[in-house]
């Protein structure tokens, strides 16, 4: 924790209300309202004069406008584009129940294991269609999911179209999740190589998930080589994103010039009430 004045020039006067508080107690000793020597008539006599003076000092701080700073760390992840592949080849059954059903459940075990972030959802297939934008609702994420993994696109896998997409809505350090198959059969489509290197000067970063196994179509070149150029991860059929966490240090101010103000009020209403039962009042109208 740390202390920050937002208006410290306020403090130059704090010397001037201890000085005042000091010269009442002198004048107090001088005027010899109550015996000093007697404990209690002490604290009868100097009451308004401290009382007084600490308001001076609690006001002045008040003034200041001091600020109590914690840091705190909270863990999230970055925003991410969630690429998925609802192409037809999804539907294969090399993994149970098939490629697409698997993927669905997998992801969203993973998903409990991520803390709050934003996510935003594309589907592909021939082409790609972003379904929803960056969102921190997890259930809406979720959901949106589970619809798109119904659509059926057509025939055609077009990996570029969707990573396109992604660039075009992607933040710096922002990053890309890909979660299909690795078939990309659209010809004359960009080319791969170039938009990672796009990504990678965007400050983007492409991570893939592989599904699929024991099948001749499977194709897990084009993911890799995504994931490899722009120093993002790739996964086979696993879905470990707890990387993708990190701290995120959080500095929260704490106003406390209110509580100041307060602490005023209560050491004045306190001075009156003491001077009430000290018999200031009765002194002061004799």
């Not at 991860?233 to 704490?254: A, M, N, S, W």
């Amino acid at each position: 924790m740390s202390i920050v004045w937002q208006a410290p020039e306020y403090l130059f006067l704090l010397p001037l209300w201890i000085g005042l508080a000091m010269l009442g107690w002198r004048v107090r000793l001088l005027s010899g309202y109550a015996d000093s020597k007697k404990k209690s008539r002490f604290w009868r006599a100097y009451w308004p004069t401290w009382s007084a003076g600490l308001m001076g000092v609690s006001s002045t701080l008040a003034l200041s406008d001091p600020r109590a700073i914690f840091s705190q760390i909270t863990p999230t992840h970055p925003d991410i584009w969630v690429l998925w592949d609802v192409s037809r080849s999804m539907r294969i059954k090399d993994v149970l129940p098939d490629r697409q059903r698997f993927a669905l459940t997998a992801m969203e075990e993973a998903l409990e294991a991520l803390p709050s972030g934003r996510l935003g959802l594309i589907v592909f297939a021939s082409d790609a269609y972003a379904v929803l934008p960056l969102t921190a609702d997890r259930e809406a994420f979720v959901f949106a999911l589970r619809q798109a993994a119904r659509l059926d696109l057509g025939e055609g896998t077009n990996l570029s179209a969707a990573v396109e997409t992604a660039l075009a809505l992607a933040e710096p350090n922002t990053h890309i999740l890909i979660v299909s198959d690795g078939a990309h059969n659209v010809p004359q489509s960009a080319s791969l190589a170039d938009l990672a290197e796009e990504a990678k000067k965007h400050q983007v970063t492409i991570h893939a998930v592989f599904i699929g196994a024991g099948s001749d179509q499977i194709f897990p070149t084009a993911l890799k080589l995504l994931s490899e150029k722009t120093g993002g991860g790739y996964q086979e059929r696993e879905f470990q994103l707890t990387y993708l966490i990190r701290e995120e240090r959080r500095l929260d101010p704490i106003f406390l010039g209110r509580y100041l103000w307060g602490l005023t009020i209560g050491i004045g209403l306190g001075m009156l009430v003491g001077m009430a039962i000290g018999g200031w009042f009765n002194v002061l109208t004799a």
